[in-house]
């Protein structure tokens, strides 16, 4: 699996940003819509026909799986989907954001990034 | 947040364009999208009202009708048909309608022609950029060249090769001091025009040969067929040489070539040895390639009253081959149908052309004439059988799963 989620660098951004949002728990197509528009304040707001095509790939490359479980079901819709990070999307959103963190850095040597 | 009349009117809009979807994809994922894209609606019509969900919708929009096309296009089920040669498979919407929908366009715009207007002389009106652009996003997408883009991007190939000529010929930019330098040396020896005009396909048609011949794709047979294909091209780059044999000299002969009719069959040539590159996929049937290149790519004398009718005809018949012809040889019920089927079509694009030929050159006006109508067609032929000879010799690759997933 960690073999496999390494082809797929670089991430394009709407999988990394779902890769990020799932990082901590478990959501629904909804809640990581929410977490990504709060990632990037605003600036990136993903519709749900990105979402669910990112999902859809991102479930056959072993990146995300459906969660059995949710996190409380009393006051949950049933028919809502959650997913979770598998080993390799962990490691996949691990692998890409150190190779962001070395672009920044070279940005910054380069004095191209100009915010701290 | 209730829902309210906007809300309800969003959500069933958006649950049938939900459609656009492939089914396959709306079955697992369209109800999750609808309840995503809900609340998204009540989030947005408690924070703005009907503005802020005006917004929602334009933004959505796009991220529909993208997505839907990508999944369209990526799809298993949908396959493209006509990618491979799969015989007696039911014809799928997808591939035929990427194949007449800019083959309607062509049509229409053929028929602007038949009525007498003539933009469609300017190279960038022409055809084969409307039927290549479905043909290039196919390949783009799947990483897989579509069997009905053959014929498109040996017409395309012609296209673009007239364009290199003119681009070469007539519009060498008289300001650059590189150019200039080269057209002045052009002006003062009469050959070097020819050997400008002539260097350059030569030069490509080397790396392909060499190319090919490293892959062991040449048989004996295919370098007899490619030397009597050069053959009867400088044959009939002067063909006075037969009608006056005695006076035939090679500095004679180099000084009155005609460059332009090299530079047209050089590119034939040249799209045969590309062809051995797309036989891997498609064998034999990568003989639709050079079929392109011999299409009439605009129509003459088309206003007269007989040439009118036999401008409709080539107008007809040019669709036919078009777009009609791959679709009848990949949907053949058997290899042996559609070996036939193939052989048909490239029986009726040769003779057409030698009918075409007769009306443009009328053979019966001199033996110089008549040599250049039969070697102009004998060039055709020839490259037909070579074409053969060289793909028939290529193991061709199993046709697999038309489908790849592409990469999140």
């Known amino acids: 699996m960690v073999e496999r989620s390494s082809q797929y660098q670089p991430l394009t951004p709407a999988v990394y940003h779902i890769l990020l949002a799932l990082t901590n728990s478990e959501k629904h197509g909804y809640a990581i819509m929410k977490d990504v528009e709060a990632q990037t304040s605003g600036r990136f707001k993903m519709g749900p026909g990105t979402l669910y095509g990112s999902i859809k790939r991102m479930l056959a490359a072993g990146l995300i799986e459906e969660a059995d479980e949710r996190p409380d079901p009393e006051l949950d819709d049933e028919r809502r989907r959650y997913y979770r990070l598998t080993g390799g999307g962990r490691q996949a959103v691990g692998v890409e954001s150190e190779r962001l963190a070395q672009a920044v850095c070279i940005a910054r040597q380069k004095r191209v990034l100009t915010s701290t | ?408």
């Open chain 2, 1 to 408: 947040m209730k829902s309210n009349r906007w809300i309800e009117l969003s959500r069933q809009f958006y649950a049938s364009l939900l459609y656009l979807y492939p089914k396959e994809h709306r079955l697992e994922y369209g109800l999750l999208m609808l309840q995503a894209f809900t609340d998204q609606c009540r989030s947005a019509y408690q924070n703005g009202g009907i503005w802020a969900l005006t917004v929602l919708w334009i933004r959505s929009l796009p991220d529909l009708g993208l997505n839907a096309l990508r999944e369209q296009v990526s799809s298993p089920r949908s396959s493209w048909g006509l990618l491979e040669a799969v015989p007696n498979a039911p014809l799928p919407w997808k591939g035929v309608a990427m194949v007449l929908v800019p083959g309607l366009i062509f049509f229409v715009s053929q028929i602007g022609q038949l009525s007498g207007q003539d933009w469609f002389y300017l190279m960038v009106y022409r055809a084969a950029y409307f039927l290549i652009i479905p043909v290039i996003l196919v390949w783009a997408i799947t990483r897989k060249f579509p069997i009905w883009g053959l014929v498109p991007l040996g017409l395309f190939f012609n296209t673009a090769w007239s364009y290199g000529y003119r681009l070469q010929y007539f519009y060498l930019d008289q300001s650059n001091p590189i150019s200039s330098r080269l057209m002045d040396l052009v002006s003062q020896y009469p050959i070097a025009e020819k050997i400008v005009i002539i260097a350059g396909p030569l030069s490509l048609m080397a790396i392909l040969i060499w190319f090919s011949a490293h892959r062991r794709q040449f048989s004996p047979w295919a370098w007899v067929w490619f030397g009597a294909c050069l053959l009867l091209i400088a044959i009939n780059m002067q063909y006075s040489l037969l009608v006056n044999l005695d006076n035939f000299y090679l500095k004679y002969y180099l000084a009155n070539i005609s460059p332009n009719d090299f530079y047209y069959y050089s590119g034939f040539l040249l799209l045969i040895l590309l062809g051995t590159l797309l036989s891997r996929r498609h064998g034999r049937l990568a003989i639709l390639l050079p079929l392109g290149y011999l299409l009439p790519t605009v129509l003459y004398e088309r206003i007269e009253p007989p040439l009118f009718w036999i401008s409709v005809i080539v107008l007809v018949y040019r669709v036919l081959i078009a777009l009609v012809a791959p679709v009848w040889i990949v949907r053949s019920a058997s290899d042996r149908a559609i070996k036939q089927a193939s052989t048909i079509v490239v029986l009726t694009v040769i003779g057409i052309q030698v009918a075409m030929d007769a009306i443009v050159i009328n053979p019966w006006r001199g033996l110089g004439q008549l040599y250049g109508y039969l070697s102009s067609d004998l060039i055709s032929i020839a490259g037909f059988v070579l074409a053969l000879s060289l793909y028939k010799s290529i193991v061709q690759k199993q046709p697999q799963s038309n489908y790849d997933f592409p990469k999140p």
